[in-house]
């Protein structure tokens, strides 16, 4: 959902930046709508507002399962990128305990309606 908006839509620039993490990572969802190890929820959810092209892109991430904590579902072993508008103060803990805080890069298209434009270039200097 972007400001001034009642309904839900897909934030400017979605679509490169799902088109840029699929070619140069590999994006998992970590929402609740997939906690379960099943991207289905977050696809059907998407797909009210979504054209056929994002869904494409889209249906690429991979589902992972977690249970209270997203970073239970984060491979600190790896290098990552998490890029969520309000990680909880407990995983924010868990990232700083890893020292992997610089992995999580905020966004909110609801504040910001063209936030991910920035995000993608942070993806590009990275």
Same mark, same amino acid.
């Given at each position: *959902?972007? &400001?001034?908006?009642?309904? #839900?839509?897909?934030?400017?620039?979605?679509?490169?930046? +799902?088109?840029?993490?699929? =070619?140069?990572?590999? $994006?998992?969802?970590?929402?609740?709508?997939? @906690?379960?190890? !099943?991207?289905?929820?977050?696809? &059907?959810?998407?797909?009210?507002?979504?054209?056929?092209?994002?869904?494409? +892109?889209? *249906?690429?991430? =991979? $589902?992972?399962?977690?249970? =209270?904590? =997203?970073? %239970?579902?984060? %491979?600190?072993?790896?290098?990552?990128?998490?890029?969520?508008? @309000?990680?909880?103060?407990?995983? +924010? %803990?868990?990232? /700083? !305990?890893?020292?992997?805080?610089?992995?999580?890069?905020?966004?909110?298209?609801?504040?910001? #309606?063209?936030? +991910?434009?920035?995000?993608?270039?942070?993806?590009?200097? /990275?």
């Amino acid at each position: *959902r972007t &400001q001034g908006t009642i309904d #839900p839509v897909i934030a400017p620039d979605a679509h490169e930046l +799902l088109e840029l993490c699929l =070619k140069n990572y590999t $994006p998992y969802w970590l929402t609740t709508h997939c @906690s379960e190890g !099943s991207a289905e929820p977050a696809l &059907q959810w998407l797909g009210k507002y979504a054209d056929e092209k994002f869904m494409n +892109l889209a *249906r690429q991430i =991979k $589902p992972v399962i977690w249970d =209270k904590l =997203k970073t %239970d579902a984060t %491979d600190f072993t790896e290098p990552f990128v998490w890029v969520d508008d @309000s990680p909880t103060e407990a995983d +924010l %803990d868990v990232l /700083r !305990s890893h020292d992997a805080i610089h992995a999580w890069i905020y966004t909110n298209t609801f504040k910001e #309606p063209n936030d +991910l434009r920035r995000v993608i270039e942070m993806l590009g200097e /990275r």
